[in-house]
C-alpha cells in the first residue's frame, strides 16, 4: 500500500489535546499516513473550514480525512480498513460519527 495514500487534515486549538489524541493514535496505525495538523491558536483562519481547505491544497493523499483535534482511533488497522473500502466504493464521500468514552451514546448531526 502507498505510504501516503491518505492525508489526516486537522484544525486545531489545543495543542496538547491534539497530540495526545489523534496524534498519537494515527502514529500507532498499521499503515503510515500524512499528518497535516493546522494551527489556529492565533485566528489565522476565519473558519474551520478554510483552514480544513487550505490543508486539502497541500495535502498530498489519495484520501483525505478530516479530523477534530479530540479523536483517538482504537483499532490500529482502522485506516487501512477504511482505505480498502474506498477503494471499492471510488469515488466516494463519507462520515464517521463518533462517541463519548464514557458512555455508548452515537453522537452525530449527519444525516
Do not use: W
Not at 499503515?31 to 473550514?49: G, H, L, M, V, Y
Not at 486539502?56 to 473500502?85: N, R, V
Amino acid at each position: 500500500m502507498d505510504e501516503q495514500i491518505v492525508s489526516v487534515i486537522c484544525c486545531y486549538n489545543n495543542e496538547e489535546v491534539l497530540h495526545d489524541m489523534l496524534y498519537k493514535s494515527i502514529s500507532t496505525q498499521s499503515i503510515k499516513c500524512e499528518f497535516i495538523p493546522i494551527d489556529n491558536r492565533s485566528n489565522k483562519f476565519t473558519s474551520a473550514a478554510s483552514a480544513l481547505n487550505y490543508g486539502a491544497s497541500i495535502s498530498k493523499g489519495k484520501y483525505l480525512i478530516f479530523a477534530h483535534q479530540d479523536i483517538e482511533i482504537f483499532d490500529k488497522t482502522s485506516l487501512e480498513s477504511i482505505i480498502k473500502y474506498l477503494d471499492e466504493l471510488s469515488p466516494a464521500i463519507i462520515g464517521y460519527a463518533g462517541r463519548s468514552k464514557e458512555d455508548s451514546e452515537v453522537y452525530t448531526n449527519m444525516k
